[in-house]
């Protein structure tokens, strides 16, 4: 079997190394999450005793915030998203059950993830300019992250308005509260699905999808005819 050469080598060395620290950053946010729940370290003022419960929350949490924050170099190529769907399954399956959640539960909320991650990726190859994968991550991470806080602050408004004999504001819906708080909902509620997000996340799938076909059907052809068409200037001669 003839040996690589070095050109091959260089870039099989290049591509493990693009995806090293991306998957490490993947695996250690979700893993310290993780940790914050099997220690029991109370976040917030009524926090229960047995804190563990919400390990499958945390680490959902935690997926759902990294994807849509560092998603431009987690899944630049199609070949990242095997590694980083793989290694993520078995943090919330460990997670599940820490927190006694059913394993149906917790495949059902990592399930979310990875149809998170898959769009992610498909309109990951679509934006090719920097410009347009940082807007697109700023717009991914305020829907997941920026929905959740939302949706705790309408939470709370919620509880001050029941106290108070105020008329209670509607909840929010299920698609603008964004995937943690169904990934919440899903591992504490075994009856809820999230059929809004789902279609959602099945609508910009389904446009990223052809967004690429007609890219790779209609855009270079018709980029090299204009560059065909274009008038071709002769060189400048030299002066003498």
């Given at each position: 079997m003839p040996a690589l050469s070095d050109r091959h080598q260089d870039q099989l060395r290049h591509r493990a190394g693009a995806l090293t620290l991306p998957l490490l950053l993947w695996l250690s946010v979700p893993f310290a999450a993780l940790a914050l729940a099997a220690a029991r370290v109370p976040l917030w003022a009524a926090f229960p005793q047995a804190g563990e419960r919400f390990a499958l929350q945390y680490v959902t949490a935690a997926q759902f915030a990294v994807a849509a924050l560092c998603f431009p170099t987690l899944v630049a190529s199609f070949r990242n998203v095997f590694p980083v769907l793989a290694s993520g399954w078995p943090i919330a399956l460990i997670a599940g059950a820490l927190a006694a959640v059913p394993i149906s539960r917790a495949c059902?909320?990592?399930?979310?993830?990875?149809?998170?991650?898959?769009?992610?990726?498909?309109?990951?190859q679509i934006l090719r300019s920097t410009l347009w994968q940082n807007l697109a991550a700023g717009i991914a991470s305020t829907w997941a992250i920026g929905g959740a806080?939302?949706?705790?602050?309408?939470?709370?408004?919620?509880?001050?308005?029941?106290?108070?004999?105020?008329?209670?504001?509607?909840?929010?819906?299920?698609?603008?509260?964004?995937?943690?708080?169904?990934?919440?909902?899903?591992?504490?509620?075994?009856?809820?699905?999230?059929?809004?997000?789902?279609?959602?996340?099945?609508?910009?799938?389904?446009?990223?999808?052809i967004a690429m076909v007609l890219r790779k059907r209609w855009g270079p052809s018709r980029y090299s005819e204009s560059r065909q068409s274009m008038p071709k200037v002769p060189p400048l001669s030299p002066t003498a």
């Open positions: 059902a909320a990592e399930l979310l993830v990875s149809a998170f991650l898959i769009v992610l990726s498909l309109w990951r806080m939302l949706f705790y602050w309408r939470t709370e408004l919620q509880i001050m308005q029941a106290r108070d004999g105020v008329a209670v504001s509607p909840n929010l819906n299920e698609a603008l509260s964004g995937p943690i708080v169904a990934a919440d909902r899903i591992a504490m509620d075994p009856a809820f699905i999230p059929h809004t997000l789902w279609a959602l996340l099945a609508s910009l799938g389904a446009a990223a999808v």
